[in-house]
């Protein structure tokens, strides 16, 4: 399985239900073709929303955008 999930809800809706219960995101990007598409920090987190958004889940193809730059750590600051 993977860690990455694409769901039909809102990026919002997907942060709010993560926080509630202490899933920890990596990566959450808003889907061109509409819904979320989000990646968690463990299999554990992914297998915990997958279940709890189990009707929320796209099976089929998405479509990402290449201008969007997802959430991600700050760079190492060598200074």
Known sequence: MSRAINLSAAPAAVTTLCAKHAIRISSIEPLESGGTRVVLLSMDG????RKRMKDQVLTGPVTR???YMARRPLP???H
């Open 46 to 49: 992914a297998d915990s929303l």
């Open 76 to 78: 190492f600051d060598r």
């Open 65 to 67: 955008s290449g201008l």
